[in-house]
């Protein structure tokens, strides 16, 4: 069981001039808005608060850059798929992504959230390739899976699994943070990609 003596949010960029000037490796987390983020981070990371848990999906605007006993960075990006998000916001955040993941040598992998319970969206579609055309290992985290019955979970990862058309190297991942359960196997795979 992996616990942390410090786990903290470093900063809140909005653009890469405001990036950390840290050599830690980072896997950055992605998913749709209310996909369960901020759960899954403070699950990951045993802290109650340290991702702000909201009632407002798509709150995230920025990119978040969590730092884990100096050792690790969990990178938070906006929360895409919200109704409510303009035009302009979205070039933005298309623009910070962009940036990011062709400009930051201290990526490692991404972890693509999605609601065990619903199909992946073309956003979800779309996070993958980006990963796929960088070149980084990526990783499905099914949440919410206390949310669905047990017999109908594994039908839910396989329509996940067919609906991305994961590689046998993008393993998926069902998730709890309410019941706890996942984390241990999502550690297991994360700690050697950070320390690759």
Not at 27 to 47: D, E, H, P, Q, Y
Not at 132 to 155: M, Q, S
């Amino acid at each position: 069981m992996i616990t942390f003596q410090k786990a903290e949010l470093v900063v809140s960029a909005p653009d890469k001039k405001s990036w950390p000037e840290t050599d830690l490796p980072e896997i950055v987390l992605a998913g749709r808005s209310n996909v369960g983020k901020s759960s899954f981070i403070n699950t990951m990371c045993g802290r109650k608060k340290l991702a702000y848990v909201g009632n407002t999906p798509g709150k995230t605007r920025l990119l978040n850059f969590f730092n884990l006993d100096d050792k690790y960075m969990f990178v938070d990006v906006p929360g895409y798929g919200y109704a409510n998000i303009s035009k302009t916001q979205l070039m933005k955040f298309g623009q910070m992504m962009e940036d990011y993941f062709a400009q930051r040598k201290q990526k490692k992998g991404l972890v693509i959230l999605v609601d065990a319970r619903h199909k992946p969206t073309e956003d979800d579609i779309t996070m993958l390739e980006f990963a796929r055309y960088y070149e980084i290992p990526v990783a499905i985290v099914a949440t919410k899976t206390d949310k669905l019955p047990t017999t109908k979970l594994k039908n839910q990862l396989k329509m996940i699994r067919k609906t991305l058309e994961l590689n046998d190297d993008e393993p998926l991942f069902p998730f709890s943070a309410e019941k706890k359960e996942g984390m241990e196997a999502v550690w297991d795979y994360l700690i050697p990609i950070f320390e690759s």
